[in-house]
Every structure is written in C-alpha cells, then in structure tokens.
C-alpha cells in the first residue's frame, strides 16, 4: 500500500493477558518508529528500527515491551501481561534513511479491561 | 519534564484570518522542528518543517517560523479554512549520533475554524 498500515485498528482485552500490535511501513522505508498516546497526552516515542542496527529501545516504559522488525519490512509490539495503564492508541510511523519526516499510520487502540 | 510544550490546549479562528499556533522547547539539542495534522481516528500528517539553520519556512498557506535564542516556534495558516480544524501537534527532534530521529511531541492544540 501506499501509506503505513497497522492492525488491529482497535483491540480489547483483559489485564494480565499478551497482546500483539502489528505494522507495516511505507516500502523502501529503513527507518520504523513506535510510539504511544495515551489520553490527553502527546506521544510518546517506544523503540526506533534502522536497517540491521540494533534497535533503539530507550522508550520501552518496562519490560513487558517488546518489538521485533524483519529487515525492513514487518514490525510486530507484543506487550506481556497487559496492565491498565497500557491502554493507549499505538503509533507507527516509518521515514527514510535521513529520517524525517516520518509518516505515520493510523494506529491502534488498544483497550486494557 | 516536557521538552516540547504547546501551552494553548485550544484555539477558535473565524475562517479567512490568520491562525497562530505556538510551541516552545527547552531542549538545545533540537535541530530539527516539524507540525503533524491529526483528525479524529486517523494517525498525524505531516505538515511543514523546518531545520535550526532557518528560521523561516513556507508552503502554501502555511509558514512556520523559528526563533532559536527564544526556542518558540509557531506556525501560521493563512487563510484559515473549516478544513484546518483539527488537532495540531508540535515535534522536535534532535541528531542523536546513533542516527536515531525519534520525535518528541508537544501534547497539542485544537483549532477550530469557525464558518
């Protein structure tokens, strides 16, 4: 597709169970970035994917997050043992080599009950 | 602490005058300053930027201006349409070295214009 597509548009489930969020960047695009929203609140940037460099996770809030990229393509967020405080819209956004601007999906609303 | 803060939570223009939003960082290390558009459900689009080593950038109806000593920047929509309203979020981002661009993100601004 044209654009960066992420799925599920909107997930709900219960606290304490794994949930996993998917994207798909903008072909040709190295660079993959995720980041959160959580109500009222600007984004907040998670993990960044380059290529075959190691990612930057300095955003991951705790241990339960976790992300994997192939190459330049898919990119999957699990995160273990959902709390409350999980519950947020999840952004990706991919960009070029040169990194900005990036562009961003629709992301998913993820609902913790 | 907020690095990126855009202090109005909302603002109403009438359409065809000028709308003025504003974003203020602390962080010196930023040298790259971008505006997202987002409505309701969908994700932000981008809008303009600009880099540290202007202080001025225009495309079409939009400009958005930076003032490096003061770190404000501020984006202008003339004229402003219904079209615009939409919540406006202000981002920044700095040269890491490890090549990392992460975006940091003001919380944003609701414009409203008002037919």
């Known amino acids: 597709g044209a654009g960066v597509s992420q799925s599920p548009s909107n997930k709900v489930t219960e606290k304490g169970k794994d949930v996993e969020l998917r994207c798909d960047p903008i072909s040709g695009h190295t660079a993959l970035y995720w980041y959160r929203q959580r109500l009222g609140q600007g984004l907040e940037f998670l993990i960044y994917?380059?290529?075959?460099?190691?990612?930057?996770k300095s955003g991951l809030p705790s241990d339960r997050f976790s992300a994997e990229r192939t190459g330049e393509s898919v990119s999957t967020l699990t995160i273990q043992r959902t709390q409350q405080e999980d519950s947020a819209v999840y952004l990706c956004?991919?960009?070029?080599?040169?990194?900005?601007?990036?562009?961003f999906g629709d992301g998913t609303r993820l609902s913790i009950l | 602490d907020q690095q990126v803060k855009q202090n109005s939570p909302s603002l109403s223009v009438q359409e065809g005058r000028i709308s003025i939003l504003n974003c203020d960082y602390t962080n010196s290390m930023f040298d790259y300053f971008l505006w997202y558009k987002k409505y309701p459900a969908e994700g932000p689009t981008f809008l303009i930027s600009?880099?540290?080593?202007?202080d001025k950038n225009e495309d079409g109806r939009f400009t958005v201006f930076l003032n490096k000593s003061a770190k404000h920047l501020s984006l202008h929509i003339v004229p402003s349409q219904p079209g615009d309203s939409a919540v406006y979020f202000c981002a920044a981002s700095a040269n890491s070295g490890a090549g990392s661009y992460q975006l940091t993100f003001g919380k944003g601004t609701k414009l409203s214009v008002i037919p």
């Open positions: 994917f380059q290529g075959n460099s190691a990612p930057d």
């Open positions: 600009i880099s540290s080593i202007k």
């Open positions: 956004a991919s960009s070029s080599l040169y990194g900005q601007p990036q562009h």
